[in-house]
C-alpha cells in the first residue's frame, strides 16, 4: 500500500510520556517528532534533520527502528507511512520551525488530541509490546 506521505518519527520518552508536537499549521493534532522524507533520504537522514530543525540545539543518541506503519493521516483524507525509531535526546528539546508546541503525553492524557496514526495504530502497537505505558 502506497502512502501520501512517508514519513520518519521519533519515539522518545521521559518519566513515562511521549515527546510530542502541535503544529502552527495544517493541524490542531498531536504528532510524533520528525517529518516528510526529502528525495534520496532515507529515514534515519530524515530523522536526525528533522529533530534538528524542530526541537531546536538537540542531537540523538543511538536510534533504534521499532517499526512501520501505515494510518489515516492528521491531514483527512490522507494516509501517512510512519518509519518509527526509539531514541534519546541529548539536549533539551524546545518548539522550533513549524512547532508550534511541545508536549510530553501520557497514559492519562485524552486520545482525542492525537493524530489517528497514533491513536489508532502506533500507540496500540507500542502498549501491546510492552514499549510505553507499561
Do not use: Q
Not at 510520556?17 to 528525495?39: M, Y
Not at 533504534?64 to 518509519?83: C, M, Q, S
Amino acid at each position: 500500500m502506497t502512502a501520501d506521505f512517508e514519513k520518519a518519527g521519533l519515539l522518545t520518552t521521559r518519566n513515562g510520556r511521549v515527546l510530542l508536537c502541535r503544529k502552527k499549521h495544517s493541524t490542531s493534532l498531536l504528532i510524533l517528532p520528525g517529518g516528510v522524507k526529502d528525495s534520496g533520504e532515507t529515514a534515519e537522514e530524515c530523522l536526525r534533520r528533522e529533530v534538528c530543525e524542530e526541537l531546536g540545539d538537540v542531537g540523538l543518541a543511538t536510534l533504534v527502528f521499532l517499526g512501520d506503519y501505515i494510518a489515516p493521516a492528521a491531514l483527512a483524507g490522507k494516509t501517512v507511512r510512519v518509519e518509527l525509531f526509539a531514541g534519546e535526546l541529548e539536549g533539551e528539546p524546545r518548539a522550533a520551525a513549524e512547532i508550534e508546541e511541545l508536549v510530553w503525553f501520557g497514559a492519562d492524557d485524552d486520545p482525542a488530541l492525537l493524530a489517528p496514526s497514533l491513536r489508532d495504530l502506533i500507540f496500540p502497537d507500542l502498549i501491546r509490546r510492552g514499549l510505553v505505558w507499561v
